[in-house]
């Protein structure tokens, strides 16, 4: 059982918009700075978004982040079929002292 | 380019131990903050421990309490993980990642994982 929950999976077609949330509590997204990223079959995970809603160099503005209390939103708009890949959001657990994932959502471009 | 390339994974019996190392370049390792990350088959991400730039502020997941050891060589650009008691649930791909230097706590840098297998 995550500390963080996602949606085991969301879908949507191509060229649509999707959202994937994460839901936390006080002590971890309620208190601290957001994370998401992306690992596609097979790969090493990702940085997508850091800090709630900033984009690292090289990540396109299709994907987007936002925080409100303790849940956060991962958004990415003009899907294609290459974003096809398992979401993970992350932050610092305050309580805990130590970093907490969600479960990862499994996104489908149909 | 920021490089983190892990080694020192592979098979080991229920009990054993295994170091896993973590070369990095392409940065000033000694200012990072450095984490394990795990990801059993087929299952999501799970954070293992942290460690600050200088080795005096480390964190453990409580499934690796008591079990699990890291450690860097700033003189060596190299992050470890020594690996105890070893149980079947640890069985999974063993990130390096890289702490971003922003506000948050996010991991920016991942290495392409080595693989452990607790099996009898």
Do not use: H
């Not at chain 2, 892990?6 to 990072?32: D, I, K, N, T």
């Not at chain 2, 993980?81 to 920016?108: F, H, I, P």
């Amino acid at each position: 059982q995550s500390v963080l929950t996602q949606p085991p999976s969301v879908s949507a077609a191509p060229g649509q918009k999707v959202t994937i949330s994460c839901s936390g509590s006080s002590s971890n997204i309620g208190n601290n700075y957001v994370s998401w990223y992306q690992q596609l079959p097979g790969t090493v995970p990702k940085l997508l978004i850091y800090d709630n809603n900033k984009r690292p160099s090289g990540i396109p503005d299709r994907f987007s982040g936002s925080k409100s209390g303790t849940s956060a939103t991962l958004g990415i708009t003009a899907l294609q079929t290459g974003d096809e890949a398992d979401y993970y959001c992350g932050t610092w657990d305050s309580s805990l002292s130590a970093g907490v994932f969600g479960g990862g959502t499994k996104l489908t471009v149909l | 380019e920021v490089q983190l390339v892990e080694s020192g994974g592979g098979s080991v019996q229920p009990g054993g131990s295994l170091r896993l190392s973590c070369a990095a370049s392409g940065f000033m390792f000694s200012s990072y903050e450095m984490n394990w990350v795990r990801q059993a088959p087929g299952k999501g991400l799970e954070w293992v421990s942290y460690v600050s730039s200088s080795g005096s502020t480390i964190f453990y997941a409580a499934s690796v309490e008591g079990r699990f050891s890291i450690s860097r060589d700033n003189s060596k650009n190299s992050l470890y993980l020594q690996m105890n008691n070893l149980r079947a649930e640890d069985t999974a791909v063993y990130y390096c990642g890289r702490r971003g230097d922003s506000s948050g706590y996010y991991v920016d840098y991942w290495g392409q994982g080595t693989l452990v297998t607790v099996s009898s």
